[in-house]
């Protein structure tokens, strides 16, 4: 009689008998976090940016193709710091911008739910479900997509729509953007989210 195979690691989600799905963009909002010329130019310049943009572009276009609310969300800092909202780092990076018409919630702290409007778009539009791409993803994406469980909200996160930079491991070390990026994706799947690779694979047949 052969061995049964080992389970490997598995999610709370998973251990609760739930299997996560993508949650259906006819359904849901899509909600762009900080997309912002910080990011790209600014002291902020993350690694992988522009490919982070592309596929980001590429669920807003997707987005916005089937008729789905887009909200547009940007990080307002300090005069003289980062995100000043009269400097240069402030406005949007122009493959990620809204439309015309589109809602655009400006925050102060990195959950986009804190103190803004974010909850009253999703609830006038009579949506429950948000698919998340933009920065950091250790910071603005994980604290908005945490809080959204809060509210009952459901999330999915695309993976390549995402980015964040190398952090300090407060051990003399440094921890590498790539692996921040992929433990938090990691934590956020565990509870939090749906976590898919690509824009594309909200369009995957059922």
């Not at 919630?105 to 479900?129: I, M, Q, W, Y």
């Not at 908005?144 to 996160?157: E, F, H, K, N």
């Not at 190398?166 to 921040?180: M, Q, T």
């Amino acid at each position: 009689m052969s061995e049964p195979e080992p389970v490997g690691p598995m999610t709370l989600l998973q251990m609760a008998g739930a299997e996560p799905r993508p949650h259906v963009l006819a359904e849901s909002a899509v909600v762009m976090i900080d997309a912002q010329m910080e990011y790209r130019d600014g002291r902020l310049a993350l690694p992988g940016i522009e490919a982070a943009v592309a596929e980001g572009a590429k669920l807003l276009a997707l987005a916005r193709g089937q008729g789905r609310p887009v909200i547009n969300v940007a990080h307002q800092g300090r005069a003289g710091g980062l995100f000043d909202p009269d400097g240069p780092g402030f406005p949007f990076i122009p493959a990620a911008a809204p439309a015309p018409g589109e809602a655009v919630v400006r925050k102060s702290l990195p959950n986009a739910f804190a103190g803004t409007d974010l909850a009253a778009h999703l609830e006038a539009g009579g949506v429950r479900s948000i698919i998340v791409g933009g920065f950091m993803t250790h910071m603005c994406v994980s604290s908005t997509v945490r809080a959204a469980l809060d509210l009952g909200i459901g999330c999915t996160v695309v993976a390549g729509a995402c980015g964040t930079r190398d952090l300090p491991d407060g051990a003399g070390g440094v921890v590498a953007a790539e692996a921040l990026h992929r433990a938090e994706l990691a934590g956020l799947a565990d509870r939090f989210a749906v976590v898919v690779p690509r824009t594309a694979d909200l369009e995957a047949p059922d």
